[in-house]
Each structure stands twice: as structure tokens, then as C-alpha cells.
T-cell receptor
Framework: GQNIDQPTEMTATEGAIVQINCTYQ??????LFWYQQHAGEAPTFLSY????GLEEKGRFSSFLSRSKGYSYLLLKELQMKDSASYLC???????????FGRGTSLIVHP | DAGVIQSPRHEVTEMGQEVTLRCKPI?????LFWYRQTMMRGLELLIY????????DSGMPEDRFSAKMPNASFSTLKIQPSEPRDSAVYFC?????????????FGDGTRLSIL
């Protein structure tokens, strides 16, 4: 299978930093995406990693370790509007079609 | 720039009725995907097309579900007959060629309720 595992829910305080982890099966890896989905809306693209290391985009960064089958999304200076579900989607098994994890529901409180 | 357009946004119908969901992908995108999202199962890929040709329909739950893409700018997902367990949000997404990390662009979804 192409199991994508991520925590179900996380909570954090406004202004803080939160790290959302994602693990995947390493066989035939072809890249990993992170999407944000607000309640009642469509997923929107945040980041893509295919090489090891950290990709930074403003308050959001994404990290990948191919040897460990591990990625994380780092959100800095949290704002209330960051409350959403964060979906990890991995392309594994030699496929270029991503498989989505169940998503991590992030709740940011004052 | 027009994104992926889905219709209808909401559909409420009775069990046994035929349901047709529609999608217009972003112009120039090679791939079109149909997903179903529920609290229990998350975002599931039902079927995807490449250049209007169905490539993988292994996610289609059963024969009651069918999808077509008659041209590059239109696709339908049909459920006949519909059942209450089909209630979910159905998303259509499109993307450019997949091997360069091109992200999927999602439509706003169709919220389907089968009574």
C-alpha cells in the first residue's frame, strides 16, 4: 500500500510555532505535497518536496527526509486563520498520482 | 484566471435517483481527478483521466458509479441508482503533467446528500 500517516488533530496557541508530521512508505517515492483545507472549502496547494531538506515559503516551511520516509509542515507565527485541516499527499510506489493522508485538523486558539 | 468549476454546489435527492456531477477543468491541464471526501474515509481518489482517457478507475466503489470525459473541457461523474451511503463531498481536480511536481487544483466541490 501507500500508507500516508499523520496525526488526526493538533492544537496550538496564536503566535506560536507548530510542526505537523507525515510519514509515508519510501518505495518508489516521487515527491510529497502539503495542502491546506479550511472547513467547507476545497484543498489548496501549500508546498511540494522531492529532495531532502527544508523549503521555506513565508510563515510556512516544509521538510523532507527521503531515507526516513518523513516530512513535516512547520507553521510559524500562528494566526487564527491557520485553523484548518492540513493534508499530506505522497507519490509512492512508482506512481506520479498522489495518495492523500486523512489530514491533520489544526486548531489555533487565542 | 478561472479555476476548476464544479456544478452543482449542493445536491439533495432521494435514494434511487440518478445523480450527475459536472466538472470543467482548468484549460490546458492534462489530468482530471474525481475525489470523494467523508469524515470516515478522508479524501479518496475515485478515478483519473489523462488527456480525456480514463487511466485508473480502481477507486470507483461499484458499478453504480461511472465517469466520462468526452472532451478536454468537461467531465461527469454519475451515480445510478444513488444510495444514502453515497452522501459526501465530491471534488474534481485538474493538473498539468504529473512528473514535475505540478499540484492539483481543486474545484469547490459538490455536497451531495442522498435521503
Amino acid at each position: 500500500g501507500q500508507n500516508i500517516d499523520q496525526p488526526t488533530e493538533m492544537t496550538a496557541t496564536e503566535g506560536a510555532i507548530v510542526q505537523i508530521n507525515c510519514t509515508y512508505q519510501t518505495s518508489g517515492f516521487n515527491g510529497l505535497f502539503w495542502y491546506q483545507q479550511h472547513a467547507g472549502e476545497a484543498p489548496t496547494f501549500l508546498s511540494y518536496n522531492v529532495l531532502d531538506g527544508l523549503e521555506e515559503k513565508g510563515r510556512f516551511s516544509s521538510f523532507l527526509s527521503r531515507s526516513k520516509g518523513y516530512s513535516y509542515l512547520l507553521l510559524k507565527e500562528l494566526q487564527m486563520k491557520d485553523s484548518a485541516s492540513y493534508l499530506c499527499a505522497g507519490r509512492t510506489g512508482g506512481s506520479y498520482i498522489p495518495t492523500f493522508g486523512r489530514g491533520t485538523s489544526l486548531i489555533v486558539h487565542p | 484566471d478561472a479555476g476548476v468549476i464544479q456544478s452543482p454546489r449542493h445536491e439533495v435527492t432521494e435514494m434511487g435517483q440518478e445523480v450527475t456531477l459536472r466538472c470543467k477543468p482548468i484549460s490546458g491541464h492534462d489530468y482530471l481527478f474525481w475525489y470523494r471526501q467523508t469524515m470516515m474515509r478522508g479524501l479518496e481518489l475515485l478515478i483519473y483521466f489523462n488527456n480525456n482517457v480514463p487511466i485508473d478507475d480502481s477507486g470507483m466503489p461499484e458499478d453504480r458509479f461511472s465517469a466520462k470525459m468526452p472532451n478536454a473541457s468537461f467531465s461527469t461523474l454519475k451515480i445510478q441508482p444513488s444510495e444514502p451511503r453515497d452522501s459526501a463531498v465530491y471534488f474534481c481536480a485538474s493538473s498539468l503533467e504529473g512528473d514535475r511536481g505540478q499540484p492539483q487544483h481543486f474545484g469547490d466541490g459538490t455536497r451531495l446528500s442522498i435521503l
